[in-house]
């Protein structure tokens, strides 16, 4: 959840934090007045624009110059300061409550029998206290070493409130995926104290140790930084790291390379964009010491326009190449075309190349507000995305899974492209999702086991006439999900995962920004089984749909006979470009 100009960041109000943010002021100030677009404004600020004159809300500078939005991509950025921003300024408005009804029989008679995965778990946990009550944004890793240790990361805005910040959350199963447990300290909050969301969790095999990587106020201000811990389901075990100090990182992913053949076996990745330099460009940074220390950030995309820094992956076969998928997202808005860019690294991240840039397709949605398409009408639009997906990577195959507009008024289909070439190539696009309805699919994530399966996974409407947010009464869509057991080449049918059909869930949080519904979710796999969490409505409090948390897996054992997808036919791609270093964007 990051960007400048046109993607804000999902979670937060700035009217409602107060006094939380006296300390935290004083701190990120100093540490933002430098070089980031949330340091304060200069004397010449246009009058007819909001400066900030002293903190109201934690994520929210004082003396923040309202007239720079544009100018610093915070409208474009994800993450929940800058959508604090936004609200602040005027230009967005928070999270409301919608009116709805208990939570219907209808929504819990509609359970069929599923193809896929076993029961679907909520990940939230314990107290709740509305209107603070939003889980989503997923990312979820099993232990290789230990197949029953499992941790879901996930946005959380009940310590909206906290001192400091507090809006990450995660959930620990320790019996392979049956029961989870949200992470709560004896003050009520997660480990992640003064982290601002934007989920990454990953296993670092060598030294046994979980990494939570978020956007970080101890980190420059709203750098890359998190938590680690060596026993995950322990809430006091986790201690802090930073692994970027920046002002205005976005969007971050990452990706540990826990293969013993592969020649950078132990490293961990994490891209980001950096809203602080031109045009946003994507980075990386790694570790090659087991998370002690950091590499300086290497600049990977280098193109002109704003690429989106998708998703970041490895291949698990054991070569050591490492991909990120970005996405220009055509300047925003809606309608608008997007194009799928692959970035390449086999030197264990050092130097990367853009092996691949697609043809443009029409982006998903009905409607936008602000930069951001929005996949449904309500309140002038909700559920914003782009169609962003997720890379996957397997002996040289390289995969992805994103959403485009369908045919008609149809909002959203989820397809697929493979690669034989190690990124360079990818073949005909293969529309995962087979129902003939206008219906909507969107938002996919996708997973391939050390074994060469793939399990892609999405949010389908096809069984719903329409939605309403907030209305518990009114079932909206399920999660589907389509296998393969061939790295690809064919794929079992597409069938359900989730065990109801989900209303569409509000966001009632006036603290976060209404569009927000999770922008991501990040699945993976061990050798058994394969791990997708997703943000569900099925839970009713104070008589509405919210957004949970939720989480299921999928056994890798082949359950159906696959059929045949087309062959593919190669697509002319653009040649790597030199990439150099940039040069500070300037600061008022």
């Not at 995305?385 to 909002?411: C, K, M, R, T």
């Not at 569900?536 to 696959?562: H, L, M, N």
Request: proline letters at 8%; charged letters at 15%; aromatic letters at 10%.
């Amino acid at each position: 959840m990051k960007k400048k100009s046109t993607s804000q960041s999902a979670f937060f109000n700035l009217r409602t934090l107060v006094g939380l943010f006296i300390a935290l002021a004083s701190v990120s100030l100093a540490l933002l007045a430098t070089a980031n677009p949330f340091a304060p404004a200069g004397a010449q600020a246009q009058q007819k624009y909001k400066v900030t004159t002293r903190s109201i809300d934690p994520l929210v500078p004082p003396m923040f110059d309202c007239s720079k939005i544009h100018e610093f991509g915070i409208d474009k950025q994800e993450n929940f300061r800058a959508g604090a921003i936004m609200i602040y300024c005027g230009l967005s408005g928070g999270g409301k409550p919608s009116h709805g009804r208990a939570f219907s029989k209808l929504v819990q008679n509609l359970m069929a029998p599923v193809a896929y995965g076993a029961t679907d778990v909520n990940l939230i946990t314990g107290t709740e206290s509305f209107p603070n009550v939003t889980q989503s944004e997923t990312y979820t890793t099993a232990n290789p070493d230990n197949p029953d240790q499992i941790v879901v990361a996930y946005n959380d805005s009940r310590g909206r409130f906290a001192n400091p910040i507090n809006i990450s959350g995660a959930s620990v199963s320790t019996d392979g995926g049956t029961t989870f447990t949200r992470l709560t300290r004896a003050n009520g909050q997660s480990p992640f104290d003064n982290t601002f969301g934007d989920p990454v969790i990953l296993y670092n095999k060598p030294s046994g140790t979980w990494f939570t990587a978020w956007l970080d106020g101890s980190c420059g201000g709203q750098g890359i930084g998190g938590y680690k811990s060596n026993t995950p389901d322990d809430p006091n075990s986790w201690t802090h790291y930073c692994a970027h100090n920046g002002g205005a990182d976005d969007r971050e992913s990452g990706f540990a390379d826990n293969n013993p053949s592969s020649p950078f076996f132990g490293r961990i990745y994490i891209s980001w964009n950096d809203f602080n330099v031109g045009n946003a460009n994507i980075f990386v940074t790694f570790s090659t010491d087991n998370g002690l220390t950091w590499h300086s950030p290497i600049m990977v995309s280098t193109q002109a326009t704003f690429i989106r820094d998708v998703q970041i992956t490895g291949d698990l076969g054991g070569n050591g190449v490492v991909y990120i998928a970005g996405m220009d997202e055509g300047g925003g808005g809606f309608p608008h075309n997007d194009n799928n860019l692959i970035f390449k690294s086999t030197d264990g991240g050092v130097t990367w190349s853009n092996t691949y840039t697609g043809p443009s397709f029409p982006g998903p949605g009905v409607t936008a507000v602000g930069y951001f398409a929005c996949m449904f009408p309500d309140n002038g639009g909700y559920w914003r995305h782009q169609g962003w997906g997720e890379p996957a990577a397997f002996n040289n195959i390289v995969h992805l899974v994103y959403a485009q507009h369908g045919a008609g008024s149809d909002p959203g289909d989820v397809y697929y492209i493979r690669s034989t070439d190690g990124g360079v190539t990818f073949g005909a696009p293969v529309k995962l999702n087979t129902d003939a309805t206008t219906r909507p699919q969107w938002q996919p994530n996708l997973s391939v086991s050390p074994t060469g399966t793939l399990w892609a996974t999405w949010y389908d409407a096809r069984e719903s006439a329409n939605c309403q947010v907030g209305n518990t009464g009114i079932p909206c869509y399920r999660m589907w999900s389509r296998k393969s057991n061939d790295n690809g080449v064919t794929w079992l049918p597409d069938d359900m995962l989730s065990d109801v059909v989900s209303p569409l869930p509000a966001q009632p949080d006036n603290g976060i920004q209404p569009t927000y519904a999770g922008d991501y979710d990040y699945g993976s796999a061990l050798l058994t089984k394969h791990l997708t969490s997703w943000v569900d409505g099925r839970v009713a409090i104070s008589g509405q749909s919210q957004q949970d948390a939720f989480t299921d897996r999928e056994s890798v054992t082949p359950s159906a006979t696959p059929t045949a997808t087309p062959t593919p036919t190669s697509t002319p791609r653009v040649p790597p470009t030199p990439r150099p270093r940039p040069t500070p964007h300037p600061r008022p």
